[in-house]
């Protein structure tokens, strides 16, 4: 069983846990299988519009009892980051989530003498927000953090632009590089790895682009589930693939 290869797993959650507010069927209980075997499990994820208790709540509602420790988010990611390096106050183009995440890390939210400016997804973005920002590294000559850089984000009817977007945007505007948190940005994988003290894991994605390329990048294996892939794009050649989560278990 492929379960037996590693000793612990960072699981991400659109498109192998869950596909918008649907959990995919087995998934919820493969984390359980897991837990029994007491194997330590991390989810990744880019999502940079919630809080982490917010994830929580929607995993619970799926009967999924996950620890905020175990949530390991692109949004709360970005603010580790930002207290890493000594950001101390920022301007958000994202949701009130993200801004209560970044708080929660001990970031100061404002659009005044601000250290960094923060690029997360929020669907309400607009024009004046890209001009704030614009304007903010331009007058502060501060950097610009993408907290993931996802080109689109999946919806029932479509994608819309995702942070990638937004954020190519503010830099062809301000002439600077985004430095971007989550997949395939080996950050998010380090924060993940380091709460685990063991040294054979594998990430669990379905997007070859972000989980596959990130695992690579952050010295892991990597194990691409097709059957419910959010996004198919080009990536590296995985060192599994699985149909769902269920088949961890497969003899
Ligand atoms: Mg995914």
Not at 18 to 35: K, M, N, T, W
Not at 90 to 115: I, M, P, Y
Not at 223 to 251: C, K, M, N, Q, Y
């Given at each position: 069983?492929?379960?037996?290869?590693?000793?612990?797993?960072?699981?991400?959650?659109?498109g192998v846990v869950y596909v918008g507010d649907e959990p995919i069927p087995g998934a919820v209980d493969a984390i359980e299988r897991l837990?029994?075997?007491?194997?330590?499990?991390?989810?990744?994820?880019?999502?940079?519009?919630?809080?982490?208790?917010?994830?929580?709540?929607?995993?619970?509602?799926?009967?999924?009892?996950?620890?905020?420790?175990?949530?390991?988010?692109?949004?709360?990611?970005?603010?580790?980051?930002?207290?890493?390096?000594?950001?101390?106050?920022?301007?958000?183009?994202?949701?009130?989530?993200?801004?209560?995440?970044?708080e929660r890390g001990g970031v100061v939210v404002a659009d005044d003498a601000v250290d960094a400016v923060v690029v997360g997804h929020d669907?309400?973005?607009?024009?004046?927000?890209?001009?704030?920002?614009?304007?903010?590294?331009?007058?502060?000559?501060?950097?610009?953090?993408?907290?993931?850089?996802?080109?689109?984000?999946?919806?029932?009817?479509?994608?819309?632009?995702?942070?990638?977007?937004?954020?190519?945007?503010?830099?062809?505007?301000?002439?600077?590089?985004?430095?971007?948190?989550?997949?395939?940005?080996?950050?998010?994988?380090?924060?993940?790895?380091?709460?685990?003290?063991?040294?054979?894991?594998?990430m669990i994605g379905d997007t070859p682009a972000a989980d596959v390329a990130g695992a690579s990048r952050a010295g892991i294996d990597a194990?691409?589930?097709?059957?419910?892939?959010?996004?198919?794009?080009?990536?590296?050649?995985?060192?599994?693939?699985?149909?769902?989560?269920?088949?961890?278990?497969?003899?």
């Amino acid at each position: 069983m492929l379960v037996d290869d590693y000793d612990a797993f960072l699981v991400d959650l659109d498109g192998v846990v869950y596909v918008g507010d649907e959990p995919i069927p087995g998934a919820v209980d493969a984390i359980e299988r897991l837990r029994e075997r007491a194997i330590p499990v991390r989810f990744v994820t880019n999502n940079s519009s919630r809080t982490r208790d917010e994830i929580r709540t929607k995993l619970a509602g799926m009967g999924i009892d996950a620890s905020r420790r175990e949530i390991v988010s692109a949004a709360w990611a970005t603010g580790e980051y930002l207290r890493d390096r000594g950001l101390e106050t920022v301007s958000v183009v994202g949701t009130g989530s993200l801004r209560a995440e970044l708080e929660r890390g001990g970031v100061v939210v404002a659009d005044d003498a601000v250290d960094a400016v923060v690029v997360g997804h929020d669907d309400t973005t607009d024009y004046a927000d890209l001009t704030r920002a614009t304007r903010l590294v331009h007058r502060h000559d501060v950097p610009l953090v993408a907290v993931n850089a996802d080109a689109v984000v999946p919806q029932p009817d479509g994608p819309i632009p995702g942070v990638g977007a937004i954020a190519s945007a503010i830099e062809t505007a301000t002439n600077r590089t985004a430095t971007v948190i989550g997949k395939p940005e080996r950050r998010l994988f380090d924060y993940a790895l380091a709460s685990l003290e063991t040294a054979s894991v594998a990430m669990i994605g379905d997007t070859p682009a972000a989980d596959v390329a990130g695992a690579s990048r952050a010295g892991i294996d990597a194990i691409l589930v097709t059957a419910h892939a959010v996004r198919s794009t080009d990536g590296p050649t995985p060192d599994a693939t699985i149909s769902g989560l269920a088949d961890l278990f497969e003899e």
